[in-house]
Protein backbone atom coordinates (compact mmCIF):
# COMPACT_ATOMS: atom_id res chain seq x y z
CA UNK A 1 0.00 0.00 0.00
CA UNK A 2 3.04 2.09 -0.73
CA UNK A 3 1.09 4.10 -3.08
CA UNK A 4 -1.48 5.66 -0.58
CA UNK A 5 0.43 8.68 -0.44
CA UNK A 6 -1.25 11.89 -0.15
CA UNK A 7 0.92 14.37 -1.76
CA UNK A 8 1.09 11.90 -4.59
CA UNK A 9 -3.18 12.05 -4.80
CA UNK A 10 -2.25 15.73 -4.66
CA UNK A 11 0.19 15.83 -7.15
CA UNK A 12 -2.66 13.56 -9.36
CA UNK A 13 -5.40 15.56 -8.80
CA UNK A 14 -3.70 18.93 -10.18
CA UNK A 15 -2.88 16.95 -13.11
CA UNK A 16 -6.49 15.39 -14.04
CA UNK A 17 -7.50 18.82 -13.12
CA UNK A 18 -6.02 19.88 -16.41
CA UNK A 19 -8.92 17.29 -18.10
CA UNK A 20 -11.20 19.12 -20.26
CA UNK A 21 -15.16 18.59 -19.17
CA UNK A 22 -17.53 16.46 -21.33
CA UNK A 23 -19.13 19.56 -22.20
CA UNK A 24 -15.50 21.34 -23.87
CA UNK A 25 -14.66 17.83 -25.16
CA UNK A 26 -18.26 17.62 -26.86
CA UNK A 27 -17.58 21.61 -28.77
CA UNK A 28 -13.98 20.99 -29.11
CA UNK A 29 -14.36 17.81 -31.16
CA UNK A 30 -17.50 18.62 -33.30
CA UNK A 31 -15.90 22.01 -34.22
CA UNK A 32 -12.83 20.00 -35.71
CA UNK A 33 -14.44 18.02 -37.33
CA UNK A 34 -16.75 20.36 -39.14
CA UNK A 35 -13.36 22.76 -39.72
CA UNK A 36 -11.64 19.35 -41.00
CA UNK A 37 -14.86 18.58 -43.12
CA UNK A 38 -15.57 22.04 -44.64
CA UNK A 39 -12.25 23.12 -44.80
CA UNK A 40 -13.75 26.02 -43.49
CA UNK A 41 -11.55 28.19 -40.97
CA UNK A 42 -14.98 29.84 -40.08
CA UNK A 43 -16.31 27.08 -37.63
CA UNK A 44 -20.06 29.09 -36.82
CA UNK A 45 -21.38 28.35 -39.76
CA UNK A 46 -24.05 24.89 -38.90
CA UNK A 47 -24.52 23.89 -42.53
CA UNK A 48 -22.72 23.18 -45.59
CA UNK A 49 -24.19 23.05 -49.35
CA UNK A 50 -22.67 19.68 -50.58
CA UNK A 51 -21.56 21.24 -53.86
CA UNK A 52 -18.99 23.30 -51.90
CA UNK A 53 -17.30 20.00 -50.45
CA UNK A 54 -14.01 18.52 -51.47
CA UNK A 55 -14.40 15.07 -53.76
CA UNK A 56 -12.15 13.82 -50.52
CA UNK A 57 -15.12 15.62 -48.29
CA UNK A 58 -17.53 14.01 -49.82
CA UNK A 59 -15.52 10.37 -50.30
CA UNK A 60 -16.29 9.66 -46.05
CA UNK A 61 -20.19 10.02 -46.30
CA UNK A 62 -20.23 6.67 -47.18
CA UNK A 63 -19.20 2.74 -46.11
CA UNK A 64 -15.36 1.99 -45.85
CA UNK A 65 -13.73 -0.79 -46.84
CA UNK A 66 -12.22 -2.68 -44.47
CA UNK A 67 -9.93 -5.86 -45.22
CA UNK A 68 -11.86 -5.80 -48.71
CA UNK A 69 -15.26 -5.68 -46.89
CA UNK A 70 -17.49 -2.61 -46.60
CA UNK A 71 -18.00 -1.33 -43.23
CA UNK A 72 -19.66 1.15 -41.73
CA UNK A 73 -16.66 3.90 -40.32
CA UNK A 74 -15.93 4.66 -36.92
CA UNK A 75 -17.49 8.34 -37.22
CA UNK A 76 -20.73 7.69 -39.20
CA UNK A 77 -21.02 5.87 -35.61
CA UNK A 78 -19.44 8.06 -33.29
CA UNK A 79 -21.31 11.26 -34.88
CA UNK A 80 -24.97 11.79 -35.92
CA UNK A 81 -25.06 12.98 -39.67
CA UNK A 82 -27.98 15.04 -41.16
CA UNK A 83 -28.58 16.48 -44.92
CA UNK A 84 -31.44 18.42 -45.97
CA UNK A 85 -32.64 18.59 -49.53
CA UNK A 86 -36.25 20.35 -50.76
CA UNK A 87 -37.83 19.61 -47.84
CA UNK A 88 -36.84 16.17 -46.39
CA UNK A 89 -34.52 15.70 -43.32
CA UNK A 90 -32.13 12.58 -43.47
CA UNK A 91 -30.35 11.28 -40.44
CA UNK A 92 -27.76 8.44 -41.26
CA UNK A 93 -28.54 5.27 -39.66
CA UNK A 94 -30.96 7.14 -37.48
CA UNK A 95 -33.54 4.15 -38.06
CA UNK A 96 -31.06 1.67 -37.37
CA UNK A 97 -30.34 1.12 -40.99
CA UNK A 98 -27.42 2.44 -42.57
CA UNK A 99 -27.98 0.80 -46.01
CA UNK A 100 -31.25 2.55 -46.30
CA UNK A 101 -30.38 6.23 -45.46
CA UNK A 102 -27.39 5.65 -47.55
CA UNK A 103 -29.44 4.66 -50.54
CA UNK A 104 -31.65 7.79 -49.44
CA UNK A 105 -28.78 10.22 -49.71
CA UNK A 106 -27.29 9.31 -52.95
CA UNK A 107 -31.00 9.79 -54.57
CA UNK A 108 -30.97 13.28 -53.03
CA UNK A 109 -30.22 16.50 -55.58
CA UNK A 110 -26.36 17.20 -54.78
CA UNK A 111 -27.23 20.36 -55.47
CA UNK A 112 -29.82 20.99 -53.40
CA UNK A 113 -28.23 19.54 -50.63
CA UNK A 114 -27.00 20.84 -47.10
CA UNK A 115 -24.95 18.76 -44.42
CA UNK A 116 -25.49 19.65 -40.95
CA UNK A 117 -22.32 20.03 -38.56
CA UNK A 118 -22.19 16.32 -37.27
CA UNK A 119 -22.54 15.70 -33.79
CA UNK A 120 -21.53 13.84 -31.02
CA UNK A 121 -23.09 10.91 -29.94
CA UNK A 122 -23.18 10.90 -26.44
CA UNK A 123 -26.62 9.80 -25.09
CA UNK A 124 -26.53 6.49 -23.04
CA UNK A 125 -26.03 3.98 -24.92
CA UNK A 126 -24.09 5.92 -27.88
CA UNK A 127 -20.76 5.40 -29.23
CA UNK A 128 -19.14 8.05 -27.55
CA UNK A 129 -20.66 8.47 -24.10
CA UNK A 130 -17.68 6.23 -22.41
CA UNK A 131 -15.69 9.12 -22.87
CA UNK A 132 -17.93 12.02 -21.73
CA UNK A 133 -18.83 9.88 -18.66
CA UNK A 134 -15.05 9.03 -18.11
CA UNK A 135 -14.57 13.04 -18.38
CA UNK A 136 -17.57 13.87 -15.99
CA UNK A 137 -16.29 11.24 -13.70
CA UNK A 138 -12.60 12.67 -13.51
CA UNK A 139 -14.34 15.73 -12.75
CA UNK A 140 -15.92 13.53 -9.91
CA UNK A 141 -12.88 12.39 -8.50
CA UNK A 142 -11.01 15.81 -8.53
CA UNK A 143 -13.87 17.21 -6.15
CA UNK A 144 -13.28 14.25 -3.85
CA UNK A 145 -9.99 14.87 -3.54
CA UNK A 146 -10.15 18.52 -3.29
CA UNK A 147 -13.23 18.65 -0.69
CA UNK A 148 -10.94 15.76 1.74
CA UNK A 149 -7.26 16.59 0.98
CA UNK A 150 -7.38 20.14 -0.94
CA UNK A 151 -5.47 20.30 -4.59
CA UNK A 152 -3.51 23.73 -4.50
CA UNK A 153 -2.22 23.84 -8.10
CA UNK A 154 -3.58 23.08 -11.39
CA UNK A 155 -1.20 21.36 -13.77
CA UNK A 156 -0.44 22.03 -16.82
CA UNK A 157 0.55 18.57 -18.38
CA UNK A 158 -2.66 18.17 -19.83
CA UNK A 159 -3.11 20.29 -23.27
CA UNK A 160 -6.11 19.48 -25.56
CA UNK A 161 -4.57 19.46 -29.11
CA UNK A 162 -5.29 22.38 -31.38
CA UNK A 163 -6.39 19.44 -34.27
CA UNK A 164 -8.12 16.69 -33.30
CA UNK A 165 -9.09 14.76 -37.13
CA UNK A 166 -7.53 14.94 -40.50
CA UNK A 167 -9.22 13.49 -43.90
CA UNK A 168 -7.95 11.39 -46.25
CA UNK A 169 -9.28 10.09 -49.19
CA UNK A 170 -12.55 8.01 -47.68
CA UNK A 171 -10.88 8.04 -44.60
CA UNK A 172 -11.16 10.24 -41.54
CA UNK A 173 -8.22 9.25 -38.49
CA UNK A 174 -7.18 11.27 -35.26
CA UNK A 175 -4.01 13.33 -35.06
CA UNK A 176 -0.95 11.96 -33.75
CA UNK A 177 -1.54 14.97 -30.83
CA UNK A 178 -4.88 13.40 -29.95
CA UNK A 179 -3.37 10.02 -29.89
CA UNK A 180 -0.68 11.22 -27.50
CA UNK A 181 -3.48 13.54 -25.66
CA UNK A 182 -5.40 10.58 -25.28
CA UNK A 183 -2.62 8.06 -24.09
CA UNK A 184 -1.56 10.66 -21.36
CA UNK A 185 -5.40 10.62 -19.90
CA UNK A 186 -5.03 6.73 -20.04
CA UNK A 187 -1.90 6.88 -17.61
CA UNK A 188 -4.52 8.87 -15.12
CA UNK A 189 -6.68 5.76 -15.32
CA UNK A 190 -7.38 2.10 -12.97
CA UNK A 191 -4.99 0.27 -13.60
CA UNK A 192 -2.30 2.08 -15.39
CA UNK A 193 -2.11 4.69 -12.98
CA UNK A 194 -0.68 2.69 -9.48
CA UNK A 195 -2.16 5.55 -7.21
CA UNK A 196 -5.95 4.84 -8.34
CA UNK A 197 -5.35 1.30 -8.80
CA UNK A 198 -4.65 1.13 -5.18
CA UNK A 199 -7.40 3.77 -4.56
CA UNK A 200 -9.91 1.19 -6.14
CA UNK A 201 -8.82 -2.11 -4.14
CA UNK A 202 -8.70 -0.12 -0.73
CA UNK A 203 -12.34 0.40 -1.60
CA UNK A 204 -13.06 -3.18 0.03
CA UNK A 205 -15.89 -2.94 2.45
CA UNK A 206 -14.15 -4.44 5.24
CA UNK A 207 -15.04 -3.39 8.55
CA UNK A 208 -12.41 -1.22 10.21
CA UNK A 209 -13.03 -2.69 13.58
CA UNK A 210 -12.27 -6.22 11.71
CA UNK A 211 -8.90 -5.26 10.23
CA UNK A 212 -7.72 -3.60 13.71
CA UNK A 213 -4.52 -5.03 14.27
CA UNK A 214 -4.39 -6.93 11.21
CA UNK A 215 -3.62 -4.18 8.40
CA UNK A 216 -0.83 -1.68 9.70
CA UNK A 217 -1.78 1.35 11.57
CA UNK A 218 -0.27 3.75 8.88
CA UNK A 219 -2.53 2.23 5.91
CA UNK A 220 -5.94 2.93 8.01
CA UNK A 221 -3.99 6.28 9.13
CA UNK A 222 -3.64 7.30 5.42
CA UNK A 223 -7.41 5.93 4.45
CA UNK A 224 -8.38 7.63 7.14
CA UNK A 225 -6.52 10.97 5.55
CA UNK A 226 -8.10 10.33 1.96
CA UNK A 227 -11.33 10.65 4.07
CA UNK A 228 -12.42 6.59 4.54
CA UNK A 229 -13.76 7.37 7.94
CA UNK A 230 -17.03 5.28 8.05
CA UNK A 231 -17.04 1.88 9.81
CA UNK A 232 -16.51 0.62 6.27
CA UNK A 233 -13.53 0.71 4.02
CA UNK A 234 -15.32 2.23 1.34
CA UNK A 235 -15.38 5.55 0.19
CA UNK A 236 -18.58 6.21 -2.39
CA UNK A 237 -17.23 9.26 -3.65
CA UNK A 238 -14.10 7.36 -4.79
CA UNK A 239 -15.41 4.01 -6.28
CA UNK A 240 -18.77 5.75 -7.83
CA UNK A 241 -16.03 8.21 -10.73
CA UNK A 242 -13.55 4.83 -10.87
CA UNK A 243 -16.16 2.48 -11.74
CA UNK A 244 -17.52 5.05 -14.70
CA UNK A 245 -13.81 5.72 -15.66
CA UNK A 246 -13.71 1.42 -16.10
CA UNK A 247 -15.63 1.62 -18.74
CA UNK A 248 -13.88 3.60 -21.49
CA UNK A 249 -13.07 0.90 -24.26
CA UNK A 250 -11.29 3.52 -26.56
CA UNK A 251 -12.47 6.74 -28.24
CA UNK A 252 -12.88 7.47 -31.85
CA UNK A 253 -10.53 4.92 -33.34
CA UNK A 254 -8.07 4.74 -30.66
CA UNK A 255 -8.77 1.46 -28.99
CA UNK A 256 -7.86 -0.04 -25.45
CA UNK A 257 -5.86 -3.01 -25.98
CA UNK A 258 -7.83 -6.15 -25.84
CA UNK A 259 -10.99 -4.19 -25.32
CA UNK A 260 -12.20 -6.04 -28.39
CA UNK A 261 -12.15 -9.56 -26.66
CA UNK A 262 -14.84 -8.30 -24.10
CA UNK A 263 -18.67 -7.90 -24.75
CA UNK A 264 -19.35 -6.84 -21.59
CA UNK A 265 -16.29 -5.78 -19.50
CA UNK A 266 -15.11 -2.38 -20.13
CA UNK A 267 -11.97 -1.73 -22.02
CA UNK A 268 -10.16 -0.48 -18.82
CA UNK A 269 -12.21 -2.78 -16.43
CA UNK A 270 -10.75 -5.66 -18.14
CA UNK A 271 -7.33 -4.55 -17.51
CA UNK A 272 -7.97 -4.18 -14.15
CA UNK A 273 -8.37 -7.80 -13.70
CA UNK A 274 -5.86 -8.98 -16.49
CA UNK A 275 -3.27 -7.16 -14.46
CA UNK A 276 -4.02 -8.42 -11.32
CA UNK A 277 -4.01 -11.55 -12.63
CA UNK A 278 -0.52 -11.43 -14.61
CA UNK A 279 0.97 -9.66 -11.80
CA UNK A 280 -0.14 -10.89 -8.17
CA UNK A 281 2.56 -12.22 -6.36
CA UNK A 282 1.30 -13.10 -2.94
CA UNK A 283 -0.24 -16.48 -1.79
CA UNK A 284 -1.80 -18.47 -4.33
CA UNK A 285 -3.90 -20.69 -2.41
CA UNK A 286 -5.41 -17.71 -0.19
CA UNK A 287 -6.08 -15.68 -3.15
CA UNK A 288 -7.53 -19.08 -5.14
CA UNK A 289 -9.61 -19.29 -1.81
CA UNK A 290 -11.14 -15.91 -2.27
CA UNK A 291 -11.81 -15.66 -5.90
CA UNK A 292 -13.13 -19.37 -5.90
CA UNK A 293 -15.91 -17.59 -3.72
CA UNK A 294 -16.52 -14.39 -5.42
CA UNK A 295 -16.58 -15.85 -8.94
CA UNK A 296 -20.32 -18.01 -8.19
CA UNK A 297 -23.62 -16.51 -9.11
CA UNK A 298 -24.63 -15.81 -5.65
CA UNK A 299 -21.37 -15.80 -3.62
CA UNK A 300 -21.83 -16.44 0.56
CA UNK A 301 -21.69 -14.33 3.04
CA UNK A 302 -18.46 -14.49 5.53
CA UNK A 303 -19.19 -16.51 8.54
CA UNK A 304 -18.47 -14.97 11.71
CA UNK A 305 -14.76 -14.25 12.09
CA UNK A 306 -13.55 -14.29 8.84
CA UNK A 307 -13.89 -10.85 7.74
CA UNK A 308 -10.43 -10.61 9.36
CA UNK A 309 -9.00 -13.07 7.08
CA UNK A 310 -11.01 -11.19 3.99
CA UNK A 311 -9.17 -7.82 5.19
CA UNK A 312 -5.69 -9.44 5.61
CA UNK A 313 -5.90 -9.98 2.02
CA UNK A 314 -8.64 -8.02 0.53
CA UNK A 315 -6.37 -4.79 -0.52
CA UNK A 316 -3.98 -6.88 -2.32
CA UNK A 317 -7.14 -8.55 -4.83
CA UNK A 318 -9.44 -6.95 -7.15
CA UNK A 319 -12.76 -7.96 -4.22
CA UNK A 320 -14.56 -5.97 -2.03
CA UNK A 321 -17.38 -7.00 0.12
CA UNK A 322 -21.09 -6.15 -0.71
CA UNK A 323 -23.88 -7.57 1.94
CA UNK A 324 -21.09 -9.51 3.77
CA UNK A 325 -20.60 -11.22 0.22
CA UNK A 326 -16.99 -11.01 -1.30
CA UNK A 327 -17.27 -10.17 -5.29
CA UNK A 328 -15.34 -8.43 -8.00
CA UNK A 329 -13.97 -5.10 -7.13
CA UNK A 330 -16.26 -3.28 -10.35
CA UNK A 331 -19.41 -5.07 -9.53
CA UNK A 332 -21.83 -5.55 -7.36
CA UNK A 333 -24.37 -8.30 -5.86
CA UNK A 334 -27.79 -7.59 -4.97
CA UNK A 335 -29.22 -6.43 -1.63
CA UNK A 336 -31.00 -10.02 0.85
CA UNK A 337 -34.07 -8.41 0.29
CA UNK A 338 -34.26 -7.87 -3.21
CA UNK A 339 -36.20 -10.68 -4.92
CA UNK A 340 -33.35 -11.47 -7.01
CA UNK A 341 -30.38 -12.97 -5.42
CA UNK A 342 -26.42 -12.66 -6.54
CA UNK A 343 -24.68 -10.18 -8.87
CA UNK A 344 -26.63 -7.74 -10.26
CA UNK A 345 -28.75 -8.59 -13.71
CA UNK A 346 -28.02 -5.67 -15.22
CA UNK A 347 -24.37 -6.40 -16.82
CA UNK A 348 -23.41 -7.98 -13.40
CA UNK A 349 -23.50 -11.75 -14.35
CA UNK A 350 -22.33 -11.43 -18.32
CA UNK A 351 -19.27 -9.13 -16.83
CA UNK A 352 -18.96 -11.88 -13.35
CA UNK A 353 -18.69 -14.82 -16.53
CA UNK A 354 -15.86 -12.47 -18.37
CA UNK A 355 -14.06 -11.96 -15.04
CA UNK A 356 -14.45 -15.33 -14.05
CA UNK A 357 -12.63 -16.39 -17.83
CA UNK A 358 -9.50 -13.79 -17.17
CA UNK A 359 -8.99 -16.00 -13.37
CA UNK A 360 -9.55 -19.20 -15.33
CA UNK A 361 -6.92 -18.64 -18.03
CA UNK A 362 -4.64 -17.06 -15.35
CA UNK A 363 -4.68 -20.21 -13.28
CA UNK A 364 -6.47 -18.59 -10.11
CA UNK A 365 -9.18 -20.77 -10.23
CA UNK A 366 -10.28 -23.56 -12.15
Not at 142 to 165: K, M, Q, Y
Not at 272 to 282: C, F, I, N, R
Amino acid sequence: MDTLDVSRFKNLGATIAGLPDSEEFHRRVEDDLWQAFTGREDIESEEIAYEELSAISKSIIGYAEQEGTDVVPWWLQSFSWTARARGETLTLGQDGNLDDSLTKFENFDPQATKIEKPRLRTGRGETENEITTALDAFQDLFDALDERIGIENESSEFTFPSRIFEINEQVVRTTSEFEKWFNNMLQCCPPINDDLMTLLMANTGVNREAVDGVIPDEVLDRLTELGFTGSRLHERSYYRPLNKILALDGVFDLVIPRADEFDDLGGLEAQVYLTWAQSYQGDPAEASNWIDRAQVWDPNSLEEGEEAAFGSIAFQMPLWLKYNKPCYVSLSVNSPNSKNQGYSRAGGQDKRREVNKIMQEAGIVK
